[in-house]
């Protein structure tokens, strides 16, 4: 028996559900049973029945599958595929910036750790970030931990002032797209689609910023033969193109998230044989983070 084929008979003998965000190799996004973006995949975790979740992706993916299902055993397949952006962080850092702005609320992007999410009043993700912002009363909001997305907020929110923490906090994958890329696309021609995770001058040369699912709503339902130029992860192209075969999708080679490229069919085999890797979080933490969560969740419906 292949390798796919005795993930798929354990996941059935063991009624799991296997969640891969956009970013991980294709054959473990062709798979699994939901493929998305982190606020897609959220929203799946908090109303699956299955006893066992494997989630292929990062660990403050996994992490927040746990926090939304207490009860359930959540498995990552690589114990070290972490998210950099995500280590910028720091709860130390979160209780500085809470002093100095006391009257401010923090929102963190799903993109960080459970500790840190504990210390946040509400989560966002890229697809509702600009929606959560809006919703909170006061002035000033604290925003973590990606700076270019904190940008587009304030940009999309002008009467906020959105602080960011840290400074500089960034995503390196979204970092490497330059203006060198928007003029190639430009010369190509199509509909330039951007992720809030890169650099405010990127933003503003594409013609879309959204996040992943975004994207796919973007594309849903246009007519084929339209040419697309995706700026985040390469593999983004690869699950738009098994959506939508009839368009053309240009990806830049070196968008590469090499945490997300950690997870292969071996290691999803082995975590659903051994059920090895379970996502463990102290319970006080889980129940602070938990809060924000699902305020999020209630405001990105």
Known sequence: MNLMRRILALKEEKHAIILAHNYQRPEIQDLADVV????????????????????????????TAKILNPGKKVLIPVRDATCPLADQLTPD?????????????????????????????????????????????????IVGP???????????VPEKEIVALPPNGHCYVHECFTTEDLDDARRRGGTILCHPECRPEIQHGSDLVASTGGMVRAVQGQQGGRTWHILTEKEMGYRLKTLYPGQTFYTKEEAVCEDMKKTTLENLLEALEHEQHEVTIPPDIMERARGAIERMLVIGR
């Open 146 to 156: 990606d700076a270019n997305l904190a940008a587009y907020i304030q940009s999309q």
């Open 36 to 63: 998305g973006d982190s606020f897609e995949l959220a929203q799946k975790a908090r109303e699956t029945k299955s006893p066992l979740i494997v989630f292929c992706g990062v660990l403050f993916m996994a992490e």
């Open 93 to 141: 850092m979160l209780l500085a910036a809470k002093a100095r702005h006391p009257d401010a609320p923090v929102v963190l992007y799903i993109n960080s750790t459970a500790v840190c999410k504990a210390l946040a009043d509400v989560i966002c993700t890229s697809a509702n970030a600009v929606k959560v912002v809006r919703s909170l009363s006061g002035k000033e909001v």
